[in-house]
């Protein structure tokens, strides 16, 4: 690596490096020199808003001093390096996190305190990232922190959306989306107008033979559309390490606009074609299968995986090494369907561009990549039409028919008895118009496909990826449960129980190697433990019901039961059945005599999630959730005894708050949907228990922690195939209790029902195909269980304490561990 600076000159700018502050004063000294010159302002109009700037540019002046010697360091010593493709990132906010990883948050505390302002104030005036829809990107955000942690050379890769996942405002019980300005200011990226890539979209290919008689393609005419890097550093807990996050914007290859057009007057052509091309990485596409198919979303997709491939190769060749090695220093991982074009675009790189042949070429392919399936559901496994494809990347269409070519000759010499085979394994499905299956190129093109929780990488083999584990055999297929980063999800989220720990663990090192955690067991019977653990509880539920009362302008009773449901609206996850489950409850209740209501065990139930905005049905069950709460938070006969609360706009700086907030939060999917869950982990690592069904992680969940302390309930996946059959083919019965919820709906006792027949008739009359009905029983009695263990808060606390101590497997650390050494085989 060369130096730019002439070996004459070093010393004088050694002298003046950038040095980190390293006392109160030093840190005050920051801030102010930020806020006087950096964002233009004074001691006479500095509100929270610039303090917080002037703080975020504190602390990332030390972070990029680390993040400088980081990469310079992987640079001169030049690993094996992890690229992490992923459409998602859901990072939340940055600077409680770089606080807590490059240290002197009280030291920042005291300095801010000196200067006038509180900590919280400011930390809570920062915008969320809000780069996701949901466990998917946040799963990508933890595994950030636990690479940089863990010191992994690693690079996430994503688009630079202007606008993340939108707002979400509840208006007369209805989601409106509203667009998310997250980037009028941002401390935490640099723009990279150095780092550029032209990247080509539609003409053509032209084929020749050349003089040696080899015939090469040449994809020509396109159009040229060029991405800008942003990059954002990715600190680690306890480590200097600081990775990079690029993120890839979208601007017209001619600059700002066309002097040529503008000059002969098409002044708004002049600017149309900059607004197309910005228009690439304007919005993330929120997760709903009606978007499926759409041009600009296959653009995005290639856009980002060409841009990323271009600077992975680039920095390759620094090393100048031999291709072969290529697999040695590069691991790409696929965060599931969404990058899989990288795979025919490094092939088209080898041989296209640097003359490689095919199968060499391939077979390197094959060793780069790594691929993680995060759904069975068959609506959510991308297709693209062929027409399209053609259009739009025309080579890239010849190099996949190509793969498939040679899959299928291999396919049908191991398989000749099985002629169907060949259409049921075929990248191309044969409908009109044919389409490419984006999940089978991504498993033909990777040497690893993972699943993200034990039963989801069993029901991957025998469902969605069958005919493939027949094809390669089973070693091909692995698991890899998900995990959480304990620095956001512990300490971060909880600091008083976080504090509670270090102080019998003789520190905080179970922050690094989470199963620390267990020795926390052999205090469950210690009486000023267990007092103080429950006071943490009590403060933080106390924490949420102000939040509450402040965004609902509802009063909640913190002693009362907090039960929780937070994550995307989706019919499979089941908020359906949790609000048909309140509505019982409230029906139940209202029959009761006035004696009876005083044995009633208080409950809040928390509702959260954002719907995609083409997704009637749920939306539906949002509007259904409030309209509820409106009846049942105003009737005098309930009171306290059960409150319905909808939280505005879901996300993860809420999720901080949120989270160590419950005494149950549920997780109820249909056996066999939910390919992980992580929200699960979160709320048990926070010291509260897990109502669920046999599904996802839930299962390692209960394994852990014991069946004791889990409230399982439903039907096992093994038997949803046979229950939906019979919806339809033998008589089908809804459960009475169900029905009295329906018969509650349709009296128009939560308003005019018509507003939720589309909801009560997918499960009445279009075969419940999310077992709500046959769940239902088990669901209540269940539910009532859980009242009753809650009446004996001794018993609820044990549970609750031996749960946190066994939690120590879910930390995304040991996730990455085994993506690197099973899948990576990166140190
Ligand atoms: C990386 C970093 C740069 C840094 C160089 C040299 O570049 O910021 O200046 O290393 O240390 F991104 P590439 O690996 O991308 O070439
Ligand atoms: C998806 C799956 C989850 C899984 C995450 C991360 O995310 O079960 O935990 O990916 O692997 F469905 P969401 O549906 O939660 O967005």
């Known amino acids: 690596v060369e130096a730019s600076i002439p070996e004459g000159q070093r010393a004088a700018w050694k002298k003046f490096s950038a040095t980190e502050f ?34 975020a540019l504190a602390f990332r002046d030390r972070l990029v001093i680390e993040w400088n010697r980081t990469q310079q360091q992987q640079s001169f010593a030049d690993p094996k390096r992890v690229y992490y493709l992923s459409l998602e990132f859901l990072m939340g906010r940055a600077l409680d996190n770089a606080m807590l990883n490059v240290g002197m948050k009280d030291v920042a505390k005291e300095g801010l305190g000196e200067l006038g302002f509180r900590m919280e104030d400011v930390i809570s005036q920062e915008r969320d990232a809000a780069l996701g829809n949901g466990g998917l990107g946040r799963l990508a955000a933890c595994f950030l922190d636990s690479l940089a942690t863990l010191n992994f050379p690693a690079w996430g890769y994503a688009l630079r959306y202007k606008y993340g996942i939108f707002k979400q405002e509840i208006v007369d019980g209805y989601q409106v989306e509203v667009p998310d300005y997250w980037l009028d200011f941002n401390p935490w990226e640099f723009p990279r107008h150095d780092v550029t890539v032209d990247v080509q979209f539609y003409g053509n290919v032209r084929k020749y033979m050349d003089e040696s008689g080899k015939q090469v393609s040449v994809w020509e005419n396109g159009e040229i559309v060029t991405a800008v890097a942003y990059d954002a ?46 228009t690439i990485s304007a919005v993330l596409y929120p997760n709903d299968s009606l978007e499926r198919g759409k041009e600009l979303r296959l653009k995005q997709q290639y856009f980002w995986c060409a841009a990323s491939l271009f600077d992975i190769v680039r920095r390759f060749k620094k090393s100048r090494k031999a291709w072969k090695e290529f697999p040695n220093q590069v691991a790409i991982q696929l965060n599931d369907t969404h990058p899989t074009l990288a795979i025919p675009e490094l092939q088209r790189i080898l041989i296209d561009q640097e003359g490689l042949e095919w199968d060499e070429a391939w077979s390197i392919v ?22 399209l494809f053609q259009h739009l990347l025309p080579r890239h ?16 010499r191991n398989f000749p008895k099985d002629r169907e085979m060949l259409g049921r394994v075929s990248i191309i499905e044969e409908s009109n118009p044919k389409m490419v299956r984006m999940a089978y190129l991504a498993v033909i093109g990777s040497h690893k496909v993972n699943g993200v929780a034990e039963l989801h990488s069993d029901l991957i083999k025998t469902t969605i990826f069958k005919d493939f584990v027949k094809v390669y055999g089973p070693d091909k297929f692995t698991n890899v449960t998900n995990g959480i980063t304990p620095r956001r999800w512990l300490h971060q989220a909880n600091p008083r129980l976080s504090e509670l720990i270090a102080s019998k663990l003789g520190g905080y090192d179970f922050l690094r190697d989470l199963t620390l955690l267990h020795k926390i067991e052999a205090y469950v019977d210690d009486k000023e433990f267990r007092k103080e653990f429950q006071e943490i509880k009590y403060a933080n539920k106390v924490r949420l019901a102000k939040y509450t009362k402040e965004a609902n302008g509802i009063s909640v009773n913190p002693s009362s039961l907090f039960d929780i449901q937070v994550k995307r609206m989706h019919e499979y996850k089941r908020q359906q059945l949790n609000i048909f489950g309140v509505i019982y409850r409230y029906l139940e209740l209202k029959d009761m005599s006035p004696e009876d209501r005083k044995k009633v065990q208080p409950r809040v139930s928390f509702f959260g999630g954002k719907a995609a905005p083409g997704y009637w049905m749920a939306k539906t069950v949002i509007h259904l959730i409030n309209q509820v709460g409106a009846v049942v938070n105003n009737d005098k006969d309930i009171g306290d005894l059960l409150k319905v609360i909808f939280l505005e706009d879901y996300n993860v700086s809420k999720a901080e708050i949120i989270v160590p907030a419950s005494d149950i939060s549920e997780h109820i999917s249909t056996a066999g949907t939910e390919a992980s869950g992580t929200s699960n982990m979160k709320f048990v690592l926070n010291g509260g228990l897990v109502i669920g069904t046999c599904d996802g992680a839930n299962i390692e969940i209960t394994r852990e922690v014991g069946e004791d302390n889990i409230f399982l309930f439903g039907n096992l996946s093994e038997d949803v195939e046979d229950l939906r059959h019979a919806h339809f083919y033998s008589e089908f019965h809804i459960d009475p209790m169900l029905q009295r919820v329906f018969d509650a709906i349709k009296e128009g006792r939560f308003g005019d029902a018509g507003q939720f027949s589309a909801l009560v008739n997918s499960i009445v009359e279009h075969g419940d195909y999310y077992l709500v009905s046959d769940d239902f029983k088990s669901y209540i009695d269940t539910q009532k269980l859980i009242d009753e263990a809650y009446k004996d808060q001794e018993t609820w606390l044990t549970k609750t304490i031996t749960s946190v101590s066994r939690m120590g497997f879910f930390s995304s650390d040991r996730c990455i561990d085994e993506y690197a050494e099973m899948i990576w085989n990166v140190e």
């Not at 020199?33 to 001691?43: C, F, V």
């Open 22 to 55: 390293k006392t109160k004063d030093e840190f005050e000294g920051e801030v102010v020199k930020h806020i006087e010159t950096t964002l233009a302002r004074s001691l006479f109009n500095c509100d929270e808003l610039a303090a917080y700037g002037g703080t």
């Open 233 to 278: 550093p990715i600190p680690g807990y306890g480590t200097r390490t600081t990775n990079n996050l690029r993120l890839w914007s979208s601007k017209a290859s001619h600059g700002e606009f066309d002097f040529t057009k503008f000059n002969s007057g098409e002044y708004e052509a002049s600017v149309a074609d900059q607004q197309r091309a910005e």
């Open 366 to 387: 094959q060793k780069t990549f790594g691929y993680t399936n995060h759904t069975v559901l068959p609506e959510a496994l991308e297709k693209w039409s062929v027409p």
């Open 397 to 412: 269409l010849q190099i996949i028919y190509d793969i498939n070519l040679n899959f299928l000759h291999y396919v049908e």
